[in-house]
């Protein structure tokens, strides 16, 4: 989607620090980083949240976190742990509608949450 800012950095029109793209899957850092690891890894495909996941999108979503794990060994801190947060509408924050999992770590978290 053209007005969409995680379509375009996919697509390379917009700059980011790119950390792992494949043909179905995208992460890279975020803008407004919360701790020393806070990576988005996104769907190329344009789905706006959760509410808009369709059955056949079941097994893009596992992929999501194969390679979330995969990001959090390449950035060291698979052993210390970190967070995976998926925000979905207004209550919960999300600012950008195109599907996204936080991955955030490199330090203690709080919790709970809320
Ligand atoms: P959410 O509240 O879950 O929709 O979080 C959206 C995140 O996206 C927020 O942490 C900031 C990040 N973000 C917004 N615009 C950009 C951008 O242009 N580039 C990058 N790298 N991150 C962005």
Known sequence: MSNCIF???IL????SHMLY????????RDIHPVAPT?????PNQH???VNDLAR??????GYLFTVAHQVARQEGIDGTGYRLIINTGPHSG??????HLHLIGGQRMRFPMG
């Open 56 to 61: 056949e999108d079941e097994a893009l979503v």
């Open 12 to 15: 390379g029109k917009s700059p």
């Open 94 to 99: 999300q600012v950008v509608f195109h599907l």
């Open 7 to 9: 379509c375009q950095i």
């Open 47 to 49: 789905i706006a949240s």
């Open 38 to 42: 806070h990576v988005l890894v996104v």
């Open 21 to 28: 793209q494949d043909e179905r899957v995208s992460a890279f």
